[in-house]
C-alpha cells in the first residue's frame, strides 16, 4: 500500500516542499487554461497543495447536468465525453480540464474593497449545463470549489488581469464549443434571412457585414 504524498511532504522543509509538487505537479503547466498564465507560479504553487488525486470507473459521472458544479478535475490518464443540453459532446483527455467553469465564476466574484481587504465570497450555486462522464477509467487530481474559492479569493488581483481572463474564456474546451456553436447559429440566421427576404447580391454584400457583430460572445 502506498504512503499518500501528504504525509511524506508534510515534515519537510516548505521550500522544498513546494519544489518537489513543481516536479511532481508538472502537469498543472501543461493545462491550457493554467499553461499561459504569466507571472503566476505563486497562484499555481496554491493549486499544486490543494489538490487531490482520485480515480474513476468507466462509466462514472463527473458531472451531471443540473447539478451543482462541486470541482475541478484535472485528466491525467484517460477519457471524457461532455454532452451539452443539446445533445453536442466535446471529447476530453489527457491534459485536459472538466468543472473549469466552477473556476471562472470565482474569478467572477472575487473582488476586492477600497481598503484592500478582500471580499467574503457567497456559497456558490453554479448548476451544470452538461454531463461529463468516463469514456474509460480515468486517473485525475480535483480541486473542490472550497479549495478554488480560497486560492481565487487570495490571488483576485492578479487573476482579474486581463491576460489571464483571456485564457480563462478561450483556452477552455466549453468555452470553444459555446464559440463554435455560436458561429453555427450565425450561419444558419443569415441563410433564414436570405431564404425568406429572397434577397439580391447587394443585400447579400450587407446581410454579410453584420456578421462579426453576430459572433461577438
Not at 499544486?48 to 475541478?72: A, C, F, H, N, P
Not at 454532452?83 to 471562472?104: I, N, Q, W, Y
Not at 486581463?162 to 480563462?168: F, T
Request: some cysteine; hydrophobic content about 35%.
Amino acid at each position: 500500500m502506498g504512503v499518500p504524498e501528504s504525509m511524506v511532504l508534510k515534515n519537510l522543509p516548505e521550500d522544498l516542499q513546494t519544489d518537489i509538487r513543481r516536479h511532481l505537479y508538472k502537469f498543472v503547466n501543461k493545462v491550457p487554461i493554467l499553461s499561459l498564465m504569466d507571472g503566476g507560479e505563486p497562484f499555481l504553487d496554491a493549486i499544486r497543495e490543494r489538490l487531490i488525486q482520485t480515480t474513476y470507473i468507466k462509466g462514472s459521472r463527473i458531472l451531471s447536468q443540473g447539478d451543482l458544479v462541486q470541482k475541478m478535475v484535472f485528466i491525467m490518464r484517460g477519457k471524457l465525453e461532455s454532452v451539452g443540453e443539446d445533445g453536442s459532446s466535446v471529447m476530453l483527455s489527457e491534459g485536459d480540464a472538466c468543472g473549469e467553469e466552477l473556476l471562472r465564476w470565482y474569478l467572477e466574484q472575487s473582488s476586492e474593497s477600497k481598503e484592500g481587504k478582500q471580499v467574503k465570497i457567497q456559497e456558490h450555486d453554479l448548476i451544470s449545463d452538461r454531463t461529463v462522464r468516463c469514456l474509460t477509467n480515468l486517473e485525475a487530481f480535483s480541486l473542490d470549489a472550497k479549495d478554488i474559492e480560497e486560492v481565487t479569493t487570495r490571488f483576485s488581483r492578479f487573476l482579474q488581469s486581463p491576460r489571464v481572463q483571456q485564457v480563462i474564456r478561450y483556452e477552455s474546451p466549453y468555452w470553444r464549443f459555446l464559440a463554435a456553436k455560436r458561429i453555427q447559429d450565425a450561419w444558419r440566421n443569415m441563410k433564414k434571412c436570405l431564404s425568406q427576404a429572397n434577397t439580391t447580391q447587394n443585400d447579400y454584400q450587407t446581410l454579410r457585414s453584420f456578421i462579426p457583430s453576430m459572433l461577438i460572445i
